[in-house]
């Protein structure tokens, strides 16, 4: 069973930068999107960004302009660069694999924004 694995997550102060990338255990054939998701304290799972077959995006109006998603299909790795942090970023963040014959999600990573 292919496993993703989430890095890059940590504490930055309000204004900075983070990247975290998502990275496969294995190969995954037929990616159908990969994505980015996030559950802070107290809140319900959102998704956060996706990227669908074909390289559309869809960004959550709260990341819009701030955050961007890049997808390797070669490698089943998924990234997110997240520019201008705040502190309601704050949030364990998981990636998620979409794939024809099944769904991968990560363990995820905590990112912490201090004001």
């Known amino acids: 069973q292919v496993q993703l694995a989430e890095s890059g997550g940590g504490l930055v102060q309000a204004g900075g930068s983070l990247r975290l990338s998502c990275a496969a255990s294995g190969v995954i054939y037929s990616i159908t999107a990969m994505g980015w998701y996030r559950q802070g304290p107290g809140k319900q799972r959102e998704l956060v960004a996706n990227?669908?077959?074909?390289?559309?995006?869809y960004y959550a109006d709260s990341v819009k302009g701030r955050f961007t998603i890049s997808g390797d299909h070669a490698k089943s790795a998924v990234y997110l660069q997240m520019n201008s942090l705040k502190p309601e970023d704050t949030a364990v963040y998981y990636c998620k694999v979409d794939s024809r014959a099944s769904s991968y999600w990560g363990q995820g990573t905590q990112v912490t924004v201090s004001s």
């Open positions: 990227i669908i077959r074909g390289g559309t995006t």
